[in-house]
């Protein structure tokens, strides 16, 4: 629902923010890492993922997107909930985290308050290989240009196809067509061959 939020930064504090962006003030919970490297200015963008449950709709704000697709793989798992995740992401730094699960380095978790062993099995268990197969520079996404394969790449991840198919289909319609198409031709070529 919401991507990110951009405002005047009105409240800081470890545990959440409150953000005025157009005359709202939206109530941010954060983790530790992200109050760490908000901007001493007034001005403030988090990206943002709303948590809806039966008695509350609850945000939480993160400061790159790489922390937020950490936290989301952090929540599908069964057992660990938002307030879970944030421990974690407050506890040690995302890269430190996202190492810990691809070595298997089940003490590393297990130190962190919430998280018991069977826990740390289950994250590493389940998060391993995605992470592994995302490689190390997920946590750093670059928010400069794309190119037409990587705009192409996400648009069709986003619909539900698997990344190195979606990855192979786009190359083979680069080869093809010279790596002269637009984003919108690229994912047409695409969608009739996957």
């Given at each position: 629902m919401y991507d990110y939020i951009d405002g005047k930064l009105a409240f800081k504090s470890p545990a959440h923010v409150v953000i005025d962006a157009g005359g709202v003030g939206y109530h941010i919970n954060i983790s530790v890492n992200t109050f760490s490297q908000l901007p001493?200015?007034?001005?403030?963008?988090?990206f943002v993922w709303l948590h809806v449950k039966e008695d509350a709709h609850t945000l939480y704000g993160f400061v790159s997107e790489g922390e937020r697709k950490l936290f989301l793989h952090l929540v599908s798992i069964s057992g660990i909930g938002p307030n879970t995740a944030r421990m974690m992401l407050s506890s040690i730094t995302p890269d430190e985290i996202r190492n810990a699960i691809v070595q298997g380095n089940v003490p590393l978790i297990q130190r962190i308050k919430g998280i018991g062993p069977k826990s740390a099995q289950r994250i590493i268990l389940e998060l391993q290989d995605k992470l592994r197969k995302e490689g190390p520079d997920t946590l750093t996404v670059i928010t400069g240009l794309k190119t037409v394969k990587e705009e192409a790449l996400s648009a069709?991840?986003?619909?539900?196809?698997?990344?190195n198919v979606a990855e192979k289909t786009l190359d083979s319609e680069i080869n093809k067509n010279g790596g002269t198409l637009t984003v919108e031709q690229l994912i047409k070529l695409a969608l009739k061959s996957l």
């Open positions: 001493a200015g007034e001005r403030c963008k988090l069709l991840v986003m619909l539900g196809f698997v990344r």
